[in-house]
């Protein structure tokens, strides 16, 4: 699996990448940053990569992307269902229509791109694909949230607009997200061991990771996805992970279905899909590649 956290900044390296991959037995990742140029890029996804053509199973790109990969400004309905209510002060997305989402939402298209030359990705199997390729929106800062318990959740980041960071190391009195995200991975991957180091410092990287665990729902069929055929699907993990409020409820799931309703007059297509069963499959494309090939599926 490749994990993509889009970033732009001219002076630093800030798009972190991800390649995770498994063995029969085991988990593992490995993590880098590069720099906007495309040299830069292009040298620490081959770098990750290590030369192996064959295909990665599925990507997840912390970036706005519309079907077929096309550039477009308007506003979204992914953004919109992810904006409001609780979810209003709680990470929301930049939208695609005006500032920073603005620009993200490019550099993901020029991201992607230059990916799809560096690397073959499978050919797409899951519901709500965007591409003919294995390619997913993911959003690190929701993604980590929603698995997150409603008595857990920070009030705010203790740095500005660093959501992805505050979620990433919560140990709250039922949450503790690392235990959670173990879980989530041991039952998306058939419970194998976790060899991947958890403890990783840089915002990007985490990011980056968190990407690649999206894929990683991609290619097994569980996830939820929100959004619409016409504007994109942003992919959160599948439902039976999601955290809780004080009623036992899944508050985020709730939420979601509180905003369908109220997007429901600009976005008539507006939808939240749960993705996939309850348990792990073996017919799932996550289990498929480890009795047909040699190599570590990534």
Known sequence: MLGIDVGYSERRATTGLCVLAWGPRDVTWTVARARRDEADRRTALQRLLGGDRSP???VGVDGPLRPALVYDTSYRCGDALLARGRFAKRGKPGQTSSGGGRRLHAEACRLVALMLEEATVATACH???????????????LFLGVLCDDRDYPDRPRKARQWTDELYELQGPTTSMRRRLTTLLRALTGKRKIDGEWDIADHDERAALVCALTAVCLAAGRFVAAGSPKDGWIILPPLDHWGRDARGERWAWRELQNNLVSVAADFPDAAVAPVGAAGFSETSLVSRPLRHRARRPR
């Open 56 to 58: 990665v199973l599925a």
């Open 127 to 141: 519901a709500c694909a965007i591409s003919d390729r294995a390619i997913g929106e993911a959003f690190p800062n």
